[in-house]
């Protein structure tokens, strides 16, 4: 059965408190580890709050109310996400000011949100990039008698979503002024998609030019608060967007907001190596993140020399950013556990429910033995899963992790 539909580890009382996971844990499992998942939540908070910046991060990553709650707790402005039903979910799990990083589109997620809005503490921002779907909105939320705060998105060529241009943003802010259904409460941009050799210069100049922007509308008076929100930064090139917004004293006429999500969990993979990019550019910051997520998986069959065959594949872990890292293997059964260094394995293809994994020398593997894997792209893992296990130090389980993707 595919983990995205299974779940026994609620069903069957194995993820209750105090289980372990070598033990009591019905396997392939998704594993948050507590300690590097709260010195993530704090260090990020830590950063955004003395960059003079708040956080809003993308609760798309995680989908995970627990998560939610632990970074609003921690100081969190708000969560971001990327669809009505997301905002939806999030909202029932308790979140009340929600930044949709996306184009609020058709008509019945346009319902969703007004429905949500007829509770006057829900704090709720999307985006907005071309006339259509601002015609479209003005006249919805007025036929329901709903003001909707939108954000206009400004993005790149060959990007994403966006205005393509500075004209572009000028003018749909005269479209959005005419819409009295609509209020404008920002400017909004993502620079994950500028890739390169020069990639570096090219979000600074990006993040400027946001800037830029954001100044030239609040000059004309397009913007329907006195602090408009600015807004950019996914989970690799957060600390470019910050010093760019600090330089330009972003945060002494706009409230800006950082909307990283990924490194909640961190990861083995592309944002690990992304880390290492934000270490050597800020010689200031001795300590990065530590990957929280791992699954765990038995080792299902050795039929050949030197080649192992995991209960673990494309329904259980992300695969489209690299392939699952083998870490430390355990006996199942043994308590304390005691984890060995398999890193020297690797993994070389995943299929549907199946991992086919090289043993290196030296590494001798039994059927029914448990190894973990580290993961690239956390938010094509938590996907997979309707439950997480949080393990403490000694690996047992201290929370059952519900996600509502």
């Given at each position: 059965?595919?983990?995205?539909?299974?779940?026994?580890?609620?069903?069957?009382?194995?993820?209750?408190?105090?289980?372990?996971?070598?033990r009591?844990?019905?396997?392939?499992?998704?594993?948050?580890?507590?300690?590097?998942?709260?010195?993530?939540?704090?260090?990020?908070?830590?950063?955004?709050?003395?960059?003079?910046?708040?956080?809003?991060p993308?609760?798309?990553?995680?989908?995970?109310?627990?998560?939610?709650?632990?970074?609003?707790?921690?100081?969190?402005?708000?969560?971001?996400?990327?669809?009505?039903?997301?905002?939806?979910?999030?909202?029932?799990?308790?979140?009340?000011?929600?930044?949709?990083?996306?184009?609020?589109?058709?008509?019945?997620?346009?319902?969703?949100?007004?429905?949500?809005?007829?509770?006057?503490?829900?704090?709720?921002?999307?985006?907005?990039?071309?006339?259509?779907?601002?015609?479209?909105l003005?006249?919805?939320?007025?036929?329901?008698?709903?003001?909707?705060?939108?954000?206009?998105?400004?993005?790149?060529?060959?990007?994403?979503?966006?205005?393509?241009?500075?004209?572009?943003?000028?003018?749909?802010?005269k479209?959005?002024?005419?819409?009295?259904?609509?209020?404008?409460?920002?400017?909004?941009?993502?620079?994950?998609?500028?890739?390169?050799?020069?990639?570096?210069?090219?979000?600074?100049?990006?993040?400027?030019?946001?800037?830029?922007?954001?100044?030239?509308?609040?000059d004309?008076?397009?913007?329907?608060?006195?602090?408009?929100?600015?807004?950019?930064?996914?989970?690799?090139?957060?600390?470019?967007?910050?010093?760019?917004?600090?330089?330009?004293?972003?945060?002494?006429?706009?409230?800006?907001?950082?909307?990283?999500?990924?490194y909640?969990?961190?990861?083995?993979g592309?944002?690990?190596?992304?880390?290492?990019?934000?270490?050597?550019?800020?010689?200031?910051?001795?300590?990065?993140?530590?990957?929280?997520?791992?699954?765990?998986?038995?080792?299902?069959?050795?039929?050949?020399?030197?080649?192992?065959?995991?209960?673990?594949?494309?329904?259980?872990?992300?695969?489209?950013?690299?392939?699952?890292?083998?870490?430390?293997?355990?006996?199942?059964?043994?308590?304390?556990?005691?984890?060995?260094?398999?890193?020297?394995?690797?993994?070389?293809?995943?299929?549907?429910?199946?991992?086919?994994?090289?043993?290196?020398?030296?590494?001798?593997?039994?059927v029914?033995?448990?190894?973990?894997?580290?993961?690239?792209?956390?938010?094509?893992?938590?996907?997979?899963?309707?439950?997480?296990?949080?393990?403490?130090?000694?690996?047992?389980?201290?929370?059952?992790?519900?996600?509502?993707?």
């Open positions: 059965m595919s983990s995205a539909k299974n779940t026994a580890a609620v069903e069957k009382g194995f993820a209750h408190t105090g289980a372990n996971l070598v009591d844990v019905s396997l392939p499992a998704l594993v948050l580890h507590r300690q590097a998942l709260e010195h993530n939540i704090r260090w990020m908070q830590d950063f955004v709050s003395n960059s003079g910046a708040e956080l809003a993308h609760g798309k990553t995680s989908m995970t109310p627990a998560l939610f709650r632990r970074q609003l707790d921690a100081g969190a402005w708000g969560i971001t996400l990327a669809s009505a039903t997301q905002t939806r979910a999030a909202y029932a799990h308790g979140v009340r000011r929600v930044l949709m990083a996306n184009q609020l589109v058709g008509t019945p997620n346009m319902a969703l949100i007004a429905d949500l809005l007829a509770d006057p503490t829900f704090d709720f921002y999307c985006m907005v990039d071309h006339p259509d779907n601002v015609a479209d003005g006249a919805y939320f007025a036929s329901r008698g709903v003001r909707l705060n939108v954000m206009i998105e400004y993005g790149v060529v060959g990007g994403r979503c966006g205005c393509r241009s500075e004209q572009e943003v000028l003018d749909l802010a479209a959005i002024a005419a819409q009295p259904a609509l209020a404008l409460t920002g400017i909004e941009g993502y620079e994950g998609v500028i890739h390169g050799d020069h990639a570096v210069s090219g979000i600074r100049a990006f993040a400027g030019s946001l800037v830029r922007l954001a100044v030239q509308l609040q004309s008076g397009a913007f329907a608060i006195a602090k408009p929100i600015i807004s950019a930064s996914g989970s690799a090139w957060y600390d470019l967007i910050a010093e760019e917004f600090e330089a330009q004293n972003a945060a002494g006429r706009f409230l800006s907001v950082l909307r990283p999500g990924s909640v969990a961190h990861d083995h592309i944002y690990k190596e992304a880390q290492c990019c934000v270490l050597d550019r800020r010689s200031d910051l001795h300590e990065g993140l530590r990957p929280a997520l791992e699954v765990w998986a038995h080792v299902q069959s050795l039929p050949e020399p030197g080649f192992a065959v995991i209960a673990l594949g494309k329904r259980d872990v992300a695969y489209d950013a690299g392939l699952p890292v083998p870490l430390l293997r355990y006996k199942a059964g043994v308590v304390p556990a005691k984890g060995d260094d398999v890193g020297a394995c690797k993994v070389t293809a995943v299929m549907d429910q199946h991992a086919f994994m090289t043993v290196a020398p030296g590494v001798e593997l039994r029914g033995d448990i190894i973990s894997f580290g993961t690239s792209h956390p938010c094509l893992t938590f996907d997979k899963w309707r439950v997480g296990c949080l393990v403490d130090e000694q690996l047992n389980v201290i929370e059952a992790m519900q996600t509502c993707f």
